[in-house]
């Protein structure tokens, strides 16, 4: 390929492009490490110099992104019980989109009823953390649980499913609680460990009798309070040796469980220091009513924001206050974008897709545009492995798109939405920069030569539709 310059957009001498085409991640659907993918490595902690990633202590600054579903740690389904869940071909569809996290879902009650998701299923969920040895039969006609003793089965399953992910490269953020059930779907409450029925602890977690015990998720009733740390330890001491662990509180709790959820947080953190390994831990969206600012106050390393302040359509650029994992569930339910994903990625942000992956638990939308999501975050990730993120930063003041990741002079990733023309200041560039474009849409690479530095220059795509332009020292 002959050399070519950039002259404010116009191409100067003789211009011969080369055409690359994205190399997808290696294929195979047995087990253990895949060829081209090495396993997950940590624990993550929070990058010192650059504190909107992680790093797994290498200096390198580790950038999340991925789609996780409802059911890929407790089954989900209509009959009794549910149908299992194929694991092993979930790490496979991840690993074909180059994705690199996941959030494990967990499930309190023993059913989904869906009318609040807009549907009409109803789903058995199993297995619950805590045993099933009775004496007596709970609401659903088996046997009582008993809050003191665990489920073989889900713990199993829990570390399992953690260490074959992190085999693949996967990191997996362990959720502990979730609060959105038991605020939407019908009968959540009667089927939950905690009502009176269902445990022989003697345990009522509707401290004011107002049938829908979201005081579980208060700090009003010590012996439930002490009963979720007992259980919050007992994950810790599944998963704490695994290098690819973070930890998630709780999925769209209520704004009213904020110091329950500070608590747990504090909680991880105290008694993570007396075990081998330490963790990230996060707090997401409060749904409904939360407040972005009581996230950013939390003492969590990670948090997912809800929509307000542009995340869903034009996301503030990160700060270093916390590391954002940007998760269209929280932002849409189920939907997004492939130009949220481009746009969330050159704010600083880590985007995640709740994905309804192959129907079964939740079906919405059509599934050709949910794959335009996970293939975009997967791009996305082989950039971020590319460049020296540890040193980059969103700097929308450089471009006219104002969608800019850079270490100005060395390298800059600038986003194009409606692809065209825009303009990028390369004042801090000395000499000439290597110029690259991503067809977005496409997924193609095209290199197109050098352009100088030294001044504020113009770049027009080369095709249509959005665009990725990465220039970098040669």
Same mark, same amino acid.
């Given at each position: 390929?002959?050399?070519?310059?950039?002259?404010?957009?116009?191409?100067?001498?003789?211009?011969?492009?080369?055409?690359?085409?994205?190399?997808? $991640?290696?294929?195979?659907?047995?087990?253990?490490?895949?060829?081209?993918?090495?396993?997950? &490595?940590?624990?993550?902690?929070?990058?010192?110099?650059?504190?909107?990633?992680?790093?797994?202590?290498?200096?390198?600054?580790?950038?999340?992104?991925?789609?996780? &579903?409802?059911?890929?740690?407790?089954?989900?389904?209509?009959?009794?019980? $549910?149908?299992?869940?194929?694991?092993?071909?979930?790490?496979?569809?991840?690993?074909?989109?180059?994705?690199?996290?996941?959030?494990?879902?967990?499930?309190?009650?023993?059913?989904?009823?869906?009318?609040?998701?807009?549907?009409?299923?109803?789903?058995?969920?199993?297995?619950?953390?805590?045993?099933?040895?009775?004496?007596?039969?709970?609401?659903?006609?088996?046997?009582?649980?008993?809050?003191?003793?665990y489920d073989t089965e889900y713990f199993r399953r829990l570390r399992g499913r953690v260490e074959a992910a992190g085999r693949r490269g996967i990191y997996v953020s362990v959720m502990l609680f979730e609060g959105w059930a038991m605020q939407f779907s019908p009968g959540a409450w009667g089927g939950h460990p905690f009502h009176p029925e269902n445990n022989v602890n003697g345990i009522d977690g509707d401290a004011d009798g107002d049938g829908n015990g979201l005081e579980i998720y208060t700090l009003k009733a010590p012996r439930v309070t002490a009963i979720q740390e007992a259980y919050v330890r007992h994950v810790i001491d599944t998963v704490n040796d695994l290098d690819n662990v973070l930890y998630e509180i709780s999925n769209e709790n209520h704004p009213p469980s904020t110091e329950w959820q500070y608590h747990m947080i504090r909680f991880i953190h105290a008694y993570e220091r007396t075990r081998r390994k330490q963790h990230p831990v996060g707090m997401t969206f409060q749904y409904r009513g939360g407040s972005n600012e009581t996230l950013f106050r939390s003492p969590a390393e990670w948090i997912s924001p809800n929509p307000k302040g542009g995340y869903r359509d034009n996301p503030p650029p990160a700060d270093g206050r916390k590391v954002i994992l940007s998760d269209t569930d929280h932002l849409w339910g189920i939907g997004g974008n492939p130009g949220w994903v481009w746009k969330s990625f050159l704010r600083g942000l880590n985007p995640l897709f709740m994905d309804p992956y192959?129907?079964?638990?939740?079906?919405?939308?059509?599934?050709?545009?949910?794959?335009?999501?996970?293939?975009?975050?997967?791009?996305?990730?082989? *950039?971020?492995?590319?460049?020296?993120?540890?040193?980059?930063?969103?700097?929308?003041?450089?471009?006219?798109?104002? *969608?800019?990741?850079?270490?100005?002079?060395h390298h800059y990733l600038v986003y194009f939405p409606e692809g065209g023309t825009e303009s990028v200041d390369l004042s801090d560039a000395r000499g000439v920069l290597?110029?690259?474009?991503?067809?977005?849409?496409?997924?193609?690479?095209?290199?197109?030569?050098?352009?100088?530095?030294?001044?504020?220059? &113009?770049? &027009?795509?080369?095709?249509?539709?959005?665009?990725?332009?990465?220039?970098s020292k040669p």
């Open positions: 390929m002959k050399r070519c310059l950039y002259e404010d957009g116009r191409f100067v001498g003789i211009v011969a492009m080369a055409i690359l085409f994205w190399i997808g $991640p290696a294929n195979g659907t047995g087990g253990g490490e895949r060829p081209g993918r090495r396993p997950a &490595t940590g624990p993550l902690r929070v990058h010192p110099e650059n504190p909107r990633y992680f790093t797994d202590g290498s200096g390198k600054a580790i950038y999340l992104t991925g789609a996780h &579903t409802w059911c890929n740690l407790v089954d989900m389904g209509p009959s009794e019980p $549910p149908p299992r869940f194929d694991f092993e071909a979930y790490l496979d569809f991840l690993e074909k989109h180059n994705h690199n996290f996941i959030r494990l879902w967990t499930w309190e009650p023993v059913s989904w009823d869906t009318p609040g998701n807009r549907q009409k299923k109803r789903h058995t969920v199993a297995p619950q953390p805590y045993a099933r040895t009775g004496p007596g039969q709970a609401r659903d006609g088996k046997p009582k649980f008993e809050l003191t003793e192959d129907g079964r638990v939740l079906r919405r939308g059509d599934d050709a545009d949910w794959e335009q999501i996970r293939r975009a975050l997967g791009f996305t990730l082989r *950039y971020a492995q590319r460049v020296p993120l540890e040193r980059m930063a969103p700097r929308g003041d450089l471009a006219s798109s104002r *969608y800019c990741l850079a270490e100005p002079g290597a110029v690259e474009w991503f067809d977005c849409g496409r997924g193609t690479a095209r290199g197109a030569g050098q352009v100088p530095g030294g001044r504020r220059r &113009t770049f &027009t795509a080369p095709f249509e539709g959005h665009a990725l332009l990465y220039l």
